[in-house]
């Protein structure tokens, strides 16, 4: 099976598109999110100690093994340690260890609109090939996508805002002539040895150094998408400011007793 070739020219949205006779750029449009539920979130943001636009998205892993960082601690220990505040996202319960030490604020308990709210009001999105890596896109955030099995560039093909990172040489392993596998060969062979203590782990993101990932996250943050996030951030608040003078209208309408107006 490990020598079988996976060789994709489309992705998911390609496919969808062919089968409903639509162009896939007609079908990339960005998630409407309502004012109130951008007040709601800012307060629970708040109350743990973070801003909008001051805080790094992390999805700490995905739903299949075989697309989950294996130095994600690492990764996470070193935004911390750089001063960076980070918001972990997960679709599973986080280990105790990835929350123990400083701080950290999760996703967990939060429904899907304040799981987009909280991606859109991310200065980055780190992820694996997952649920926020597709949000990210849909609410116009930056985001880092860690690949192993799957083709970063034919996912990521209409997220401009996108940038997936791949460890693409994998000569002499066991899937040199069937790279990507698309989880395939993680699900058969685990990269290997099925009983090895690192069976889990996919060796091509093994490869992919945490420093280098916030290396980018920095040039990303400082330089590339400065502009871009600052855009976002006037453009989002100005919608809380709106959303907030209507709900003061509002409670003063009611103060007067709710007089109708003629």
Request: with cysteine; hydrophobic share 40%.
């Amino acid at each position: 099976a490990h020598e079988q070739n996976f060789d994709l020219k489309k992705n998911r949205i390609e496919v969808w598109c062919d089968s409903v006779g639509h162009r896939p750029t007609d079908m990339v449009s960005p998630y409407v999110i309502a004012p109130r539920e951008r007040i709601d979130v800012v307060h629970k943001l708040k109350s743990a100690g973070l801003d909008p636009f001051d805080y790094v998205l992390v999805q700490y892993h995905s739903a299949e093994r075989y697309k989950d960082y294996p130095h994600i601690d690492d990764l996470v220990a070193i935004l911390r340690d750089r001063g960076h505040k980070v918001v972990l996202a997960c679709n599973r319960p986080i280990p105790d260890h990835a929350l123990a030490g400083k701080p950290v604020w999760t996703t967990a308990g939060l429904d899907f609109s304040e799981c987009m709210i909280v991606a859109e009001m991310a200065q980055m999105v780190i992820c694996p090939d997952s649920a926020f890596l597709h949000a990210s896109a849909a609410v116009g955030t930056p985001a880092i996508g860690l690949f192993s099995g799957t083709d970063g560039a034919l996912t990521c093909k209409y997220y401009p805002l996108a940038h997936p990172v791949q460890h693409t040489f994998v000569d002499g392993k066991p899937c040199e002539h069937s790279f990507p596998c698309w989880g395939v060969q993680r699900r058969n062979f685990w990269c290997g040895d099925r009983n090895a203590a690192d069976a889990h782990k996919p060796w091509c993101l093994e490869q992919i150094s945490p420093s280098v990932i916030v290396q980018l996250t920095e040039q990303f943050i400082h330089d590339r998408y400065k502009q871009h996030l600052s855009d976002r951030y006037d453009r989002v608040m100005a919608h809380i400011e709106k959303a907030e003078m209507v709900q003061i209208d509002k409670s003063r309408f009611a103060r007067l007793g709710k007089k109708k107006v003629i």
